[in-house]
């Protein structure tokens, strides 16, 4: 008897045991399906949050390319950057729908086209590039792009035609390109102008008088400016026209007026230049003593940054536009604003 009730005191212990280890391990699994159940709520948020990022980045990305809504009878023109846009706006204005390749922001020289550049290109009654290899030259991306859509030949304009283009030289490379930066002296800015007004009179004739009407009242604003580069320029001490950036863009609005210029680079073969070229500007503006340097809209500030930082001559407050324009809305987003956005800063800056 007494054996009987130990042995069933000592199954009754197991079994306890047993359900116990049950209980624990349910509550455990119950603990675990919890964790688990929290986890993956935190990772849906995260994969929720990453994903409207993304959509929001995707939108922002789409913003930079706004486009026109088609008007059917417009002509469709489509441009390799955004001084082309503008200059396509004033000159057609409501008769054509204009599209733009290169959003702000991007290097024209290494462009990827889109999908929907592709599509543009392929149904465009007209296609405006800069020309002087800022889009790669014949070989680049804006001609492989239209070879690839099969566009005809006399639908393609270079707007720097009858340019006379200057040399970029790289002394330790051995290298020699064509400066594409023509457009910021505004004298080859009316020839551009002019350029576009005959190729939309020559693709779409029906609209001649509107395109000579706004080219007249566009160049006019041009021959403006060109004049007020003349007289701001002049009136700086000549022993402070010396205009000092980072990249050798302004070549040839300073010939043009009569200003030296000073850099880091000719040819960017380095994205923050090499110590040697910096060590070269460094040397120059003690020689030189120019009033300020101009930091580019587009380029890194580091290397600017290191000459100031070491010849104590300070950077202006207010980036010069080397390259594009910005995006609509912005103080300096169309290409008359950015001409005179330049010489109020330079005439400012050369003249403190």
């Known amino acids: ?62 913003d930079d390319k706004v486009e026109d809504t088609d008007i059917e009878g417009n002509i469709n023109i489509v441009t390799s950057f955004t001084i082309i846009e503008d200059m396509a706006h004033q000159i057609a204005k409501d008769k054509a729908n204009v599209y733009n390749l290169v959003p702000t922001g991007t290097d024209p ?20 590039l800069n020309g002087m290899n800022l889009e790669g030259g014949e070989s680049g991306w804006f001609y492989k792009m239209v070879d690839s859509v099969n566009q005809k030949e006399e639908n393609v304009f270079e707007l720097n035609e009858g340019v006379t283009p200057k040399y970029l030289t790289d002394e330790a490379e ?37 395109y000579e009407k706004n080219a007249e009242e566009y160049l006019k604003e041009l021959n403006e400016i060109d004049k007020l580069y003349q007289e ?12 000092v950036t980072s990249e050798r863009a ?11 210029e000073a850099y880091v680079w000719e040819i960017d073969t380095e994205e923050l230049g090499t110590p040697e070229q910096i060590k070269g500007l460094i040397e120059t503006i003690r020689e030189k003593n120019p009033p300020v340097l101009f930091l580019e809209s587009n380029v890194d500030k580091r290397p600017l940054e290191t000459v100031s930082n070491e010849t104590g001559v300070k950077i202006y407050d207010e980036a010069i536009y080397s390259d594009e324009i910005g995006q609509k809305g912005y103080e300096v987003d169309t290409y008359v604003k950015l001409l005179k956005h330049n ?4 005439k400012d800056g050369l003249s403190e």
Request: net charge neutral; with cysteine.
């Open 1 to 62: 008897m007494l054996l009987k009730y130990k042995i069933k005191s000592v199954s009754n212990l197991i079994k306890i045991n047993i359900e116990n280890k049950i209980m624990i391990f349910k509550r455990k699994n119950d603990l675990n399906d919890k964790e688990n159940l929290m986890r993956n709520k935190r990772r849906w948020s995260l994969l929720g949050l990453l994903l409207v990022a993304l959509m929001v980045f995707g939108a922002c990305s789409n």
């Open 109 to 128: 020289h290494e462009y990827e086209p889109l999908p929907d550049d592709i599509k543009k290109a392929e149904d465009a009654d007209v296609l405006f």
């Open 174 to 210: 051995q290298v020699e390109e064509i400066n594409p930066h023509s457009f910021l002296d505004p004298q080859v800015g009316i020839i551009m102008a002019e350029n576009l007004r005959d190729a939309l009179i020559k693709v779409d004739p029906d609209n001649k008088d509107e």
């Open 343 to 346: 010489i109020r800063i330079i």
């Open 232 to 243: 701001e320029i002049n009136s700086i001490p000549k022993e402070r026209r010396i205009l």
């Open 250 to 260: 302004f070549q040839y609005m300073t010939e043009r007026y009569g200003l030296d």
